[in-house]
Each structure stands twice: as structure tokens, then as C-alpha cells.
């Protein structure tokens, strides 16, 4: 799950400009249509709503709630990739200024279908993305639904996730149709895949297709590894399990031995380049070899980083499904990531060789800072940089102003980025 | 299309190796389990067809027989994403070895299946790719079949390919599915698109979607530029046509004037480089604008270039769809290629300015050369480096030997390679 690039105002909606109200009032005052609907409004839209995609990312949310007519925060933040708290921030500003309106779920106003149709240019409703397949190329074939109902079980055995280390369960629909993604590129049937990291299960999955040669799960986290064993030992599937964390290399014994490598890594570039390299290190020496790489859609310039990081390990990009993955419970973080498969080359080679001992997870490389106004109106920065680190810390103290130690009111949640 | 990588021996059947013919008699005298049958088959399988993907490219190929059962070559060079002639060269090394058999296409022997599924792994028959959208994950919705209809009509309209330009048609289904790609992806209502060619009359199925703002050709083909022009007065949908060679820099008037491009360019790197650079200075200048690339399925290594020099530009891939475009009449090569949606980011730049005077097409840059047999027993070279530079010539000059004009018989054809 992307944990990133998330710096929004809980308090917008207070700190409303007051000339966009002076705005919204002009317009319920008459019919007329306003100089001020032209294409400038969603690039300032976008500007207050602090979004990385600029007036294109207002553009697209403006969009869905055009052709979906009534939608849901967390849909629309599902189906335009971007994150809840940026997507509800956008609609925050869309509201002000009169173009959106909430009645269960955002709705263009009047002058909101007027600025989509005649501004913008929008006209068609229904989506065409296939119906069946949702765009991820593979379906659960009815043969297969079995699996699915066994990984539901499953799923629900999983233990609570360790959000320090990035971890959060995809649905058992995303773990089946990994498998049968890995399966119909021939990367299933035959093969000795490893997995780095797997708090998805899809190793389950991909071990009930009952068609790989060898399958290795390697995890830093010994309830995950507990839990593959049993269910494996259970299903008579032999999973093997290892507990190693991945800022050691990999042991002697993994090293050149798989087909394929699946890996779900931290959403950092680092993160990525790490269990990438691994994974490097984990294949047998040939080109032509699969690495599934699950992912944030992140904001332009870092996809450009990853991709560049992809390309300078010798990697290609084979296929990139956009929202291939759903995660569970993810509730103020966009919940889906692209799947992409990379292929080795004659030019694949790790960036990252023996220890690591950088900042991988997503905690570690863009902190949050928290701003809390005490009932004397002082404002407390805790977290990085702040005069606490934690809530506890502050309630343990007290406010430095006052000393009240309860009643602290979270006025500001940002993400502070460290160049990787 | 891709007309890269071909090395072909047509006789190669002729040619054919006598420790593999020794093996096959030695099969056919006893039902013994030859050591042979070992994974190491596929390896010199691979090596003496001369593919580029290695073992794994012989794995697909084989594995899409086993799933298949009985598949036609250019099917199978349809799923595998691997040349025509490619395939055929795999395949008739596999018949050698009595793996493959040929009964209206290819089929697995005994000894075949038993390698397929004992030493590859293979067990499953099914594709699981979704039904409905073949992994395009748009569809052709029914309010969209009439604009299907029109463009079957318009493509039978297309002149002739110029093959020296690369050019080949891509079918009605793939220009009216790129076309909702676009609109799919907030790319076609309202927007201003540039196609940097368009022999697949793309932009008049966009056009008839009547949802954009722009449309604008920029072609070096003037015959094409007439058809799109009247196609577009009659459907009313007001295609701007521009004839002017891409490698000089587009006219001022078409400079940062875009939010979408779109480009099947000549399937070289610099190819690529020099249509999707045109595209870059066509674009307003933002972030988050896509440029839409189809492009043939290289080679690994061809593979990585291409994506290290997307990077290069400040672009990054979106998303990519493996053979979303299908194309007529291709017979002897792969008649498929991927689509890839770029988005721009603060650092997109192009990577040629001004005039470009290299090579950008397949011919220039890996130029074919053709043997012809007369009757008279004369091998003849037409092509680079030979007595004739084209078919048409020899026609018009005749054997050197005997002087006939007809009944020569292409026996060889072969690409050079020039370092890009």
C-alpha cells in the first residue's frame, strides 16, 4: 500500500477562501453563467488541494463523478488512482466553489455538469472498460472458484498488519488472480518461484494451482511464515518458508535457484530496489526470466524514478495492469496497486549488493509530522522535527504552553520527504 | 510492425541437421525414454532456430501447442508475441526431434506431451485470458458498433502500404479500440490530439466519436492525407491534415498547442525517439499529458533500450497492453504490437531538436536482403550490397545470367544489423 505523498489540511474546509465563498454566494444569487467557469478554475482547484497531478488530476476526479453521476470518496479514489485524503481534499475545493455538491456520495451541480460539458468537453457516461475482466486480463474461470473460496478462509487467519512495515492484505480476489496472472504467462506450471515478502498469501494461491515445481516464501515477519506453514502443511502444498529480512542478502542456499520472483515491496524506491535486487539474486542466470513487481501508482515524477531504476537494473517492463491489486482496509489511502511484470535481459544486474542498511519503508522515508492545537489555542508539531515525537509523549508531558495534557485537537497530518 | 530481427534460413528444412534426424530414426525403433528428453532440449532447440528469447521462447512456443492442442504458426505467433518466421524455425527443429508433429497445424507427439508435461510442468489447457476484451481491457460497446462498421468500410479505402515507411494497417477493430482507450482514459472528450502519422486512420475513429476538440495528422504520406481529409468531410468531423516529413521539427503552429499524442512509429529506438520527441513539443507544456505509443515486441535487450530512452525523455509508462494491436496482412511477420500510455512529468524533454538526418526506419537501420533462384539456377542478391535493389528492378533488367524477366524464386531473406 502506498503510504506516500500525502500532505493535506484536516482543517481545509475551516480555512475556506473567502473568495471562493464570496463566489458561491454570487452564484446563488442569479442563474448567470459566471466568467470565472473557464479552464483556470481546476488548475486553482488543484493548487488548494495541494495535488501532485495538477489541474489533470482535478480533471479526473471532475470526470468520475461526471460519468458515475453519484460517487463515493473511496470509488472515486479507487478508480482514479489517487489517494482518499487527496481525492476528498479536491472535492473539499470543488464544493466551495459550487461545482459539486454531496448527497451520498459527490455530484455535479447544475453549474458542474455546465463546467464538465461545456469546459471540459465531457459527454459520455458509461465506462468501456471490459465488464468481465475489470481490466485486469485474467478472470476466475469457475474451476478456479474453489481456490477463491479457500483463500477467503484463509484471509480472514491472517494476523493484524504491521504498518511499520508497510504491510496490508490484499482480497483473496487479488491473490487468486496474481496466481493465475503468473499462470497464464507460463510462470506458474513447472516453475520454482520465490516470493519476497508475502503478507498477500498469494503464495497459497499460487501453491492450490498444484502446478509449480517450488515454492519459497521469504518474510521478515514470523507470524506470516507461521501461518503459510500451516495452511501449506494443511493443503499439502510444501511451502517453504524462511525467516530472513531482506536487508541481508539472500542466504547461500537461494541464491540462482528460481524461474520467477513475486515480490509486493515497500512502496519506496528504495524499498523496491532492494527486493528487486533480491530477486535479481534469486533467479537462475538467464534473460527471459519474470519478476512480478506490485506497486503505488505515485505521483509523476516518482513512477519516472521508479522506472528509471527499473531500467538501470537491466529490467524491462513486459505488461503494467494499473489497479490490478485491492487492498483490504486501507481506509484513507488509495486502495489498489499496478501489477507489472519485468523481464530479465542480458543486462539485468542488482543495484543494491550484500547489507542494507538505508531507509526502506515508507515510515522511515517520508515520516509524518502532526499538528495539534491544545485548548489554548497553542499549536504542537509532533513527530519529526517537533517538540514531541509522539501523541503519548505530548500527553505524557503536557502542552509546553498551558499543561493541559488532554484535549489535543490533530489540525494537520503531513508527509515529509527525504530525497532516497 | 515489426519487420526487426528476422534471420531466416527459408531452406532451413533442407538443411536440416543429421544428428536430429539420427535421433528421430532411433525414437522410431524403440519406446524406450530417451535420456535426451531433458530440459536442456529447449536450449538447443533455441540455439539452432537462432531466437533471440532462448529457451524461453521455445517454453512459450511449446506451451501454447500443449494448451492449444493444435495451432496454426501465425496463431502462435499471435500468443507468443514471436516473429512468423521465428516460430516456424522453432517448430521445424521441433519436428526434427519429434516432439512436434503437423496435421493442419502444429500438435504435440506422444513423446511430446510427455515432455511437456513430465519435464516442463505443463497441466493446464485453459487460457485464462478474460474472453470478452482479449486482455485490451476495453470493448467495443453496441453504441459503438457503427462507428466499427464505417471504419471496416474506410479500411479497405487505404492505399497500398509503403513498406519503406514502415507502414502497415493495423485492422478496424484496433483503430476503433484505440480510439476508446483514449476516451477511456480522459484523453479523447475535449481534448486536442496530434496523431505523429496515422496509416491506420486512427484519428478518423476518434474523430467519429465526436468528442474531442482537435484532431490534428501530421503525415509524410500525402496519399493517406487525401483519404483521411475526404473521409472527414464527409463525416463531418474536421481532421486537420498537415503533410510534413517528422524529421523535420514540427511547424510553429503545431508547437505546445496538444494535451494528447498519439504515435505507431517506425520500430526503431530512433524511430521511437524522433515521433515521441514531436510529440513532446506538441504537447502544452505540463505534467500528466499521455502520449500514446504502439510498438512492436522486440527483444529482450531492444526491450530495455527502448524503455532506458522513454526514461530518458522524462516519460513514464502508465500502462502497457501486449499485442492490444493487431494488423492485416502482415503474413510472415508477428502481426501484433503492444500499446504503451506515456505520461509527461516536470522533466519531460525530447530528445531530438531541430532537424534529424539518421536513420529511423527498419529498412535504413536493419535493411533486408533477398536471395532469388532463377530458373536458370542463378543465385541472385536484391537488396543492400547486391546487383539489384529491388524485385522491381531485376523484373525490369532480368537474370544477368539468362536474361528472363520472371520465375524468380525468393530462397533467403535476411536482415543486416546496424548499431542503431
Not at 515524477?301 to 483490504?328: H, K, T, W
Not at 543494491?352 to 508539531?381: A, L, N, Q, W
Request: proline share 4%; charged share 30%; with cysteine.
Amino acid at each position: 500500500m502506498n503510504y506516500n505523498y500525502i500532505n493535506v489540511t484536516f482543517e481545509s474546509k475551516a480555512l475556506a477562501n473567502k473568495q471562493y465563498i464570496r463566489r458561491k454566494e454570487n452564484r446563488n444569487c442569479g442563474g448567470k453563467t459566471r466568467t470565472s467557469l473557464n479552464k483556470d478554475i481546476i488548475e486553482k482547484v488543484s493548487q488548494k488541494a495541494r495535488i501532485s497531478e495538477g489541474k489533470e488530476g482535478v480533471r479526473r476526479i471532475l470526470r468520475e463523478i461526471y460519468r458515475n453521476e453519484q460517487i463515493g470518496t473511496k470509488e472515486l479514489s479507487y478508480i482514479t488512482r489517487l489517494p482518499v485524503p487527496v481525492v476528498a481534499a479536491v472535492r473539499a475545493e470543488l464544493e466551495k466553489i459550487g461545482l459539486v455538491s454531496r448527497k451520498g456520495g459527490a455530484m455535479l451541480t447544475e453549474d458542474g455538469k455546465k463546467y464538465a460539458e461545456n469546459v471540459l468537453g465531457f459527454r459520455i457516461k458509461k465506462s468501456l472498460i471490459c465488464p468481465l475482466c475489470l481490466g485486469r486480463k485474467v478472470i476466475i474461470k469457475d474451476e478456479f472458484q474453489e481456490i477463491l473460496e479457500k483463500m477467503k478462509k484463509y484471509a480472514n487467519l491472517r494476523p493484524k498488519p504491521y504498518t511499520w512495515l508497510d504491510q496490508a492484505f490484499c482480497t483473496p480476489e487479488t491473490s487468486i488472480l496474481r496466481a493465475l496472472f503468473m499462470l497464464e504467462e507460463g510462470d506458474a506450471e513447472g516453475r520454482k518461484i520465490i516470493f519476497l515478502g508475502d503478507d498477500d498469501l498469494t503464495s497459497i494461491a499460487t501453491g492450490l494451482l498444484k502446478a509449480s515445481k517450488r515454492i519459497t516464501v521469504v518474510d521478515v515477519d514470523e507470524r506470516l511464515l507461521n501461518l503459510i506453514d500451516k495452511i501449506s502443511e494443511y493443503e499439502r502444498i510444501s511451502i517453504e518458508c524462511i525467516h530472513h529480512d531482506l536487508r541481508d542478502p539472500l542466504p547461500r542456499e537461494l541464491i540462482n535457484k528460481f524461474d520467477v520472483a513475486f515480490t509486493d515491496p515497500p512502496y519506496t524506491i528504495t524499498g523496491m530496489k532492494l527486493f528487486v535486487s533480491r530477486g535479481i539474486d534469486a533467479l537462475k542466470k538467464r534473460r527471459c526470466a519474470s519478476i512480478y513487481l506490485s506497486f503505488a501508482h505515485k505521483p509523476p515524477e516518482d513512477m519516472l524514478n521508479l522506472q528509471a531504476a527499473i531500467s538501470e537494473m537491466g529490467l524491462f517492463i513486459r505488461e503494467m495492469i494499473p489497479r490490478f491489486n485491492v487492498y483490504e482496509g486501507a481506509e484513507i489511502f488509495a486502495n489498489t496497486t499496478f501489477l507489472a511484470k519485468l523481464e530479465t535481459t542480458d543486462k539485468t544486474c542488482p543495484s543494491i549488493h550484500g547489507r542494507f542498511d538505508g531507509k526502506i519503508y515508507t515510515g522511515e522515508v517520508s515520516p509524518t509530522v502532526r499538528m495539534y492545537r491544545c485548548r489554548c489555542g497553542r499549536i504542537i508539531r509532533v513527530g519529526v522535527g517537533g517538540e514531541f515525537k509522539t501523541i503519548e509523549e505530548l500527553k505524557t508531558y503536557g502542552c509546553p504552553e498551558c499543561r493541559r495534557k488532554e484535549g489535543f485537537k490533530l489540525i494537520e497530518r503531513k508527509r515529509l520527504f527525504f530525497s532516497e
